[in-house]
């Protein structure tokens, strides 16, 4: 036989095609015991990741919403013009004080004027009024006659008054460890540096409570300038007849007249000065001429 080793291998191999796969079935259950990794449902995992965000969400919403948002801070002002009718200044101005003192408001400032007959038929009056009532006010204000002119303005100070209070907030904890400072102050050059810091600190304060005070007035309180007047008085031309040219030639006359004692009683003080004068130079030369007679 060429090949003697092949009677050999032939049952070899025969033998193990048959005991690899019994023995990969022996194996297979515990291998599986032994490795097995638990793995998601992709469905599954997709669901859970779905409501974690929506989770999420309403998680962020609730933050946010519980987050106070910056009032704005707006100081309102306005200007109105308004004809009345004839007669009726007075009357409308003092309902016009009325109207701010029932809205829980104030009449800061006044003024009237008299046309050239000298009656009062013009003027100016400051309102400060609630700022919820201001649009209110402004709409009543508008039916108390002919509106000429309107004018309102609105100035926000949200960024300075923020800025002043926390300003303030540094200062006041400045005070704070400054006087704790002052207490455990141990000389006399301590205590003086320390109470001289305090001073410009406490000073920087007042000065900071005094512009926060000023803005919260203006924006608690609008401001409303009206001016009211009456219609322009129409004059009656004069007329052209010889009567009334008569008269007021008449008066041109006097006018002249008037001017003219005036003016003499206003120079008489120099005309009596100068006519002494012509007196005593008249008088002077008169004796000469009888001296110069008497000689001859």
């Not at 924006?219 to 009567?243: A, K, Y």
């Not at 007196?279 to 000689?295: H, Q, Y």
């Amino acid at each position: 036989m060429r090949y003697p080793y092949l009677r050999f291998l032939v049952p070899l191999f025969a033998a193990l095609f048959i005991i690899v796969p019994i023995g990969g079935c022996a194996l297979a259950p515990g291998a599986s015991e032994d490795l097995a990794v638990e793995v998601p449902a992709p469905e599954e995992s997709l669901e859970e990741a779905v409501v974690d965000y929506e989770a999420m969400q309403r998680e962020e919403a609730g933050e946010y919403a519980t987050i106070p948002q910056t009032e704005r801070m707006i100081i309102k002002r306005s200007y109105l013009e308004i004809e009345v009718g004839a007669g009726e200044f007075q009357e409308r101005l003092f309902m016009l004080s009325s109207l701010a003192e029932n809205n829980g408001g104030f009449v800061s400032h006044s003024e009237s004027y008299s046309d050239p007959e000298g009656n009062i038929s013009s003027g100016r009056i400051t309102l400060r009024v609630p700022a919820e009532r201001f649009d209110f006010i402004i709409n009543q204000v508008k039916e108390f006659g002919t509106v000429m002119h309107v004018s309102i303005s609105g100035q926000d100070v949200t960024e300075e008054y923020v800025d002043l209070e926390s300003r303030l907030r540094n200062l006041n904890a400045q005070e704070e460890v400054l006087l704790e400072l002052m207490e455990q102050a141990r000389t006399v050059t301590e205590s003086v540096e320390v109470q001289r810091e305090l001073i410009g600190v406490q000073e920087d304060i007042e000065v900071l409570r005094g512009r926060l005070n000023f803005l919260d007035d203006r924006i608690s309180f609008s401001t409303i300038d009206v001016f009211l007047r009456e219609p322009p008085t129409i004059r009656e031309t004069p007329g052209w007849g010889f009567l009334d040219a008569l008269r007021n030639g008449a008066r041109g006359a006097v006018r002249v007249f008037n001017g003219i004692v005036s003016g003499l009683i206003i120079i008489s003080p120099v005309l009596v000065l100068i006519a002494v004068i012509i007196l005593v130079i008249w008088a002077i030369l008169r004796k000469k001429n009888r001296r110069r007679k008497g000689g001859k």
